[in-house]
């Protein structure tokens, strides 16, 4: 059974860190491209960040970069989102998203609130 789940969320205040989880089981994670994304109510999901499948290339939308860091672990079937700088809208629900041809898994996601 494919799973994929995310971890590591909550309430920050703006310029704090958080680090964001996802563990992946049930598919051959070093096999796939992963990516984070985030959505708030009434807005599209967006692209946050993405690592290829042996993590030597990764890619970062221009509202985060320099802000956040994406990694992982292929030993431990592992993605993870380092933010820090963290803005109020950085505030959304944070979903990761594996992928490798025509196959697609996405997480549950994890809320992510940065306010004072």
């Known amino acids: 059974q494919v799973q994929l789940v995310e971890s590591g969320g909550g309430l920050v205040q703006p310029g704090g860190s958080l680090r964001l989880s996802c563990a992946a089981s049930?598919?051959?994670?070093?096999?796939?491209?992963m990516s984070w994304y985030r959505q708030t109510p009434g807005k599209e999901r967006e692209l946050v960040a993405t690592?290829?499948?042996?993590?030597?290339?990764?890619n970062y939308a221009d509202s985060v970069k320099g802000r956040f860091t994406i990694s992982r672990d292929n030993a431990k079937n592992t993605v993870y989102l380092q933010m820090n700088s963290l803005k109020p809208e950085d505030t959304a629900v944070y979903y990761c998203?594996?992928?490798?041809?025509?196959?697609?898994?996405w997480g549950q996601g994890t809320q992510v609130t940065v306010s004072s």
């Open positions: 998203k594996a992928i490798s041809g025509f196959r697609v898994y």
């Open positions: 049930g598919f051959s994670f070093s096999r796939f491209a």
């Open positions: 690592i290829t499948s042996a993590g030597g290339s990764t």
